[in-house]
């Protein structure tokens, strides 16, 4: 029996051999798709009009994102010091099987960096940037809105999200310019009403686009 340590994610008490019997609570639903809506406008690309994520924009460098997932057939030794990733989005598998050094996380806890022979974990994701790096290659820095991680025993993690844009794709003055924008819509929206807690997300995922880009975002 394999034991999961498990962050933020209420009380569980199974042990899952994969993350299609978790589910997030409910509640969580329309705060990440409030999440991905602010991603897709602070994006540097429109989206197809007709996708199963219509209000969500696909980066120019789709492309580029699938030349990138890597297959291999098992996962990497412990004793090589790499680490086995799968990185899901609903639309696209991004990492498959790939052999990496490890992948830097924003978990909902607190960042932490996941390496060959991690200890099992479940942790949820919160809006922050996510860097895979890998031994003779610039890092990939992707903002994810959220989403989940399960590190496996056996240097095995999957992480899935609802999107996930290349940092370059991020526009720095949408970001700024959005994060004023949901700043007011907060400030003037009823306390306690649904316009406030869809402006007060928007401002929360802008401020880390912001912090992932450089931007200082009072």
Known sequence: MI???MI???VYSHSYPSLSVVRPPRSNGRKIQRRRV???EAT???PPPTTMLSRLARPASSA???RGVRSLSTPAAPSSGLMTLN???PQETLYSGA?????V?????GEYEVTSDHVPLVAELKAGLLTVKKDGEDDAKYFVPGGFSLTHEGSATDIVCPEAVLLSDLDPSAVSSNYEAAKSKAASAEAGSPDEAEATIEVEVNKAMGAALGLSLA
Do not use: H, I, M
């Open 3 to 5: 034991t999961y340590y």
């Open 8 to 10: 933020n994610w209420g």
């Open 38 to 40: 602010a991603l897709a």
């Open 44 to 46: 540097k690309y429109q």
């Open 64 to 66: 580029a994102l699938r």
């Open 87 to 89: 990185f899901n989005l």
């Open 99 to 103: 052999e990496v050094s490890s992948v």
């Open 105 to 109: 996380v924003p978990g909902a806890a």
